[in-house]
């Protein structure tokens, strides 16, 4: 896209990433206007909104650009906070980050965007590297990804950070964020006691053998190391789990052979090129990218999983080093 005279609203977090973003926009001649999206957040938790927001309008304030709020609350309710709860009551493990961006970072956003006269919108995702977030883009539908920028998606982390320095943006030696606002300093466990308490249940083996208590079934996801009590010593795994008889079957590995099928079910596709093209998936974040193809709704892997695709989690596709497509995984 020629950028000069165009319209390009920038969403600015108040991180380093978009504040390059902007930056690199503005001086490639586009009329750049930072607009700060602002969540839902839980009364009585501790988050930093205010001050992303000040440091975002302080960006804008160095690029003198114009600044805006976006009072994404509803959409970001809806669709991060009552998804994340429902999907842990049913026994899934949703992807908050895969949802945000479908239908506030990229949903809302760019809507508002476009209906305030925008030609496009930009943010500091990364689409290659080391930080690739390719990985959370999968659910955007095509024509939004299609008027989207990313000003910095190609670069490494290391070269935005020098950038953030020759512009001499205010947020050049801030550090990354951490993790979702709307948490605060607390872990997602926490969150998910406070939201559900505790249930003991019991903790059995893949013989069905009892080898100690648990907390709460829906507390806990699939692979993932669980504190047991009255159990010998671990690390202890989650195997399987079921929600009606809260309880959980635990392993001395986060893997099993009934677990190890080359096949992972999944819905909600959403593609950008033909499913043909997939020779790649990756059904973790950060985890190994696997060979295979796409028979209906199935992805058939060509080599072993090392770990327990996950219910609830996303599964995405890659092709010629190119975001495909992705969906959500299934039982």
Not at 40 to 46: E, F, H, I, L, R
Not at 67 to 94: C, H, M, Q, W
Request: with cysteine.
């Amino acid at each position: 896209m020629q950028l000069k005279g165009k319209k390009v609203f920038v969403g600015l977090s108040g991180g380093v990433d978009s504040a390059v973003s902007a930056a690199l926009l503005k001086e490639a001649g586009a009329e750049v206007t930072g607009v700060f999206i602002k969540g839902w957040y839980p009364p009585g938790m501790p988050c930093s909104w205010a001050a992303e927001r000040r440091d975002a309008m302080r960006v804008a304030a160095r690029l003198h650009i114009p600044f805006l709020t976006l009072d994404a609350s509803a959409e970001y309710k809806n669709s991060v906070i009552d998804y994340l709860i429902a999907e842990y009551r049913a026994g899934r493990t949703p992807n908050p980050d895969v949802m945000c961006n479908r239908d506030v970072k990229f949903g809302a956003f760019y809507h508002f965007a476009k209906t305030s006269g925008a030609d496009a919108i930009a943010t500091g995702h990364y689409r290659s590297g080391e930080k690739d977030q390719s990985y959370f883009l999968w659910a955007v539908p095509k024509d939004i990804l299609n008027e989207t920028i990313f000003p910095v998606g190609h670069m490494e982390k290391s070269e935005v950070r020098k950038l953030a320095k020759r512009f001499e943006l205010p947020v050049a030696e801030k550090r990354d964020s951490q993790g979702v606002c709307f948490l605060g300093n607390i872990s997602v466990e926490e969150f998910l006691r406070m939201e559900f308490g505790t249930a003991p249940g019991s903790a059995v083996d893949e013989k069905g053998e009892m080898v100690g208590k648990h907390d709460g079934a829906l507390l806990y996801t699939l692979g993932e190391r669980v504190p047991l009590h009255s159990a010998s010593a671990g690390p202890w795994f989650v195997l399987a789990k079921d929600i009606t008889k809260n309880e959980l079957v635990v392993g001395k590995s986060p893997t099993h052979a009934a677990t190890q099928s080359a096949t992972i079910p999944f819905t909600n596709a959403n593609w950008f090129e033909d499913p043909d093209e997939v020779l790649h998936a990756q059904y973790r974040y950060r985890g190994p990218l696997i060979s295979g193809r796409i028979e209906q709704d199935c992805f058939v892997s060509s080599e072993p999983l090392s770990d327990i695709p996950t219910p609830g989690q996303s599964i995405v596709f890659y092709g010629n080093a190119k975001l495909v497509g992705g969906g959500i995984i299934e039982t």
